[in-house]
């Protein structure tokens, strides 16, 4: 999978994967969706924003946790 809109500089926000070399990081606008933040929220949050940016950020989140597999508390039922 392609990523035009992701970068990572090692001198940049200490190597974590950012928006268009902005010091925005994906974690950061996952974790404002996931906080029930919309769109236009995040885009008035950080006016340098595009939506692309953010539907960019939710993909490659996606493809990480595919790429790894995260400890989760196994429930019994």
Known sequence: ???????VNPYQMNGMPCIR????PVA???????????DTEILAAYPD???GDIVESL????????ERE?????MQA
């Open 21 to 24: 070399g902005l010091r925005i």
């Open 28 to 38: 950061t606008i996952v974790a404002m969706m996931a906080e029930g933040m919309n």
């Open 59 to 66: 993909r490659y989140a996606a493809e990480a946790l595919r």
């Open 49 to 51: 924003l595009e939506k």
């Open 70 to 74: 995260l400890p989760l508390l196994v």
């Open 1 to 7: 999978m392609k990523f035009s809109r992701i970068t």
